[in-house]
Each structure stands twice: as structure tokens, then as C-alpha cells.
């Protein structure tokens, strides 16, 4: 006798539910797709640098264009900074003329945290999103070990880990210079890596 359509159906829908149950068939997590790279061997940390150039048309970020681009980036930090600066003043100094003399300025501090906390704000937002302007320009990206933008919480951790790169005479960052993957202090803390898109 004849299977019926129906029941032909709840028998592929019956299947369709073990596979899932059991982790076959379910999507993958969407990863980041720089330009010629294949789906092989995603994890950074599985390749040298000489196959991540030839696999995947990128690879670990040489030291020199590390430093290229750590320059434009204080460049653009600085920038960003003054323009913050520029901005909360244009704000605030009209307002304070216009108070009365023997008024509170405990607004004060907080005009001065706020100028003072920009550059964290900002690189906060670089290493979240895994490139910055000098990235973009120098064809730079911060990744994690699975090549994905780092996210949020990792950028808070890199961007937090940069002080302890920094304290010692600056020997976090100079730390790339050595690593067979160019990690700096604060990319070992945080699981990133720091690889160039080829043209």
C-alpha cells in the first residue's frame, strides 16, 4: 500500500526534527568575509602567516604597517579629541558667562571627565568594530580567532588592555614585533589579531 502524502510529510518532518536535535543542519554563525578569503580552516590560529596569504588573500598585519597605522590612528584619535574639546567648550563657556557671579560649578569636573575620557570612548569604538580610519586606509583589521568583527565586550577588553601594553615603555605594543602572529599584549588578553587585507 501507498504511502500517503500526508503521512510521507509528518515522516520528513519527524527527520528534519532529529537532525536538528542532534546539530545536523543547523545554520552557521555568520563570519566576517574579507575579500578572498575561503570558508577552510577559519581559525586564525590554525594558520602561519605564509598560508593565510596564500589560502585566504589576507594575513597577520606585518609589524611595520602595525606602526604605520597605530600612528594615523593617534593622529585620528587626536583629532576626534580636539573636536570633543571644541565642542563641549562651545557648550559650556556661554553658559557659564551667563550665570551669576557666586553660582555652583560643580559642572565643572564633569565637562573636564568627559574631555578627558574621549580617546577611551573612541578606541572603545575602533576595536569594537575592528577597523578605524587609519584601518581603512592601511587595510588593517582587528579580528577574533574566528576572522569576525571583535564586538563590544572584546573591544572593552582590548581597549582596557592597552593600558598594561603601554605602562612598560610602550613593550606590549613592541611586542608584535617578535610574535610569530603579531600580537601585542593587549591582543593575547583579548583573543584578537591584527591581519592585512591584500589587494
Same mark, same amino acid.
Given at each position: 500500500?501507498?504511502?500517503?502524502?500526508?503521512?510521507?510529510?509528518?515522516?520528513?518532518?519527524?527527520?528534519?526534527?532529529?537532525?536538528?536535535?542532534?546539530?545536523?543542519?543547523?545554520?552557521?554563525?555568520?563570519?566576517?568575509?574579507?575579500?578572498?578569503?575561503?570558508?577552510?580552516?577559519?581559525?586564525?590560529?590554525?594558520?602561519?602567516?605564509?598560508?593565510?596569504?596564500?589560502?585566504?588573500?589576507?594575513?597577520?598585519? +606585518?609589524?611595520? !604597517?602595525?606602526? &604605520?597605522?597605530?600612528? =594615523?590612528?593617534?593622529?585620528?584619535?587626536? %583629532?576626534?579629541?580636539?573636536? @570633543? /574639546?571644541?565642542?563641549?567648550?562651545?557648550?559650556?563657556?556661554?553658559?557659564?558667562?551667563?550665570?551669576?557671579?557666586?553660582?555652583?560649578?560643580?559642572?565643572?569636573?564633569?565637562?573636564?571627565?568627559?574631555?578627558?575620557?574621549?580617546?577611551?570612548?573612541?578606541?572603545?569604538?575602533?576595536?569594537?568594530?575592528?577597523?578605524?580610519?587609519?584601518?581603512?586606509?592601511?587595510?588593517?583589521?582587528?579580528?577574533?580567532?574566528?576572522?569576525?568583527? +571583535?564586538?563590544? !565586550?572584546?573591544? &572593552?577588553?582590548?581597549? =582596557?588592555?592597552?593600558?598594561?601594553?603601554? %605602562?612598560?615603555?610602550?613593550? @606590549? /605594543?613592541?611586542?608584535?614585533?617578535?610574535?610569530?602572529?603579531?600580537?601585542?599584549?593587549?591582543?593575547?588578553?583579548?583573543?584578537?589579531?591584527?591581519?592585512?587585507?591584500?589587494?
Amino acid at each position: 500500500m501507498a504511502e500517503s502524502p500526508r503521512n510521507r510529510a509528518l515522516s520528513d518532518l519527524d527527520e528534519l526534527r532529529a537532525a536538528i536535535a542532534v546539530g545536523v543542519g543547523e545554520r552557521p554563525a555568520r563570519r566576517y568575509e574579507p575579500p578572498g578569503r575561503t570558508t577552510e580552516r577559519s581559525r586564525l590560529s590554525f594558520m602561519s602567516a605564509s598560508e593565510a596569504y596564500t589560502v585566504r588573500g589576507e594575513r597577520f598585519a +606585518p609589524f611595520g !604597517r602595525r606602526v &604605520l597605522g597605530a600612528v =594615523l590612528d593617534l593622529l585620528a584619535v587626536a %583629532l576626534i579629541w580636539f573636536m @570633543g /574639546f571644541a565642542g563641549v567648550a562651545a557648550l559650556a563657556v556661554p553658559i557659564y558667562v551667563a550665570l551669576p557671579d557666586g553660582s555652583p560649578t560643580y559642572l565643572a569636573p564633569v565637562f573636564f571627565a568627559f574631555i578627558a575620557s574621549i580617546p577611551f570612548w573612541t578606541l572603545w569604538v575602533f576595536n569594537s568594530q575592528g577597523w578605524s580610519p587609519a584601518g581603512k586606509l592601511t587595510r588593517l583589521r582587528a579580528v577574533d580567532e574566528f576572522g569576525a568583527p +571583535p564586538g563590544a !565586550r572584546v573591544g &572593552l577588553v582590548r581597549t =582596557l588592555a592597552m593600558i598594561p601594553s603601554i %605602562l612598560p615603555l610602550g613593550l @606590549g /605594543f613592541w611586542a608584535a614585533a617578535w610574535d610569530d602572529e603579531g600580537q601585542t599584549w593587549h591582543d593575547r588578553i583579548a583573543g584578537t589579531r591584527v591581519i592585512e587585507l591584500l589587494r
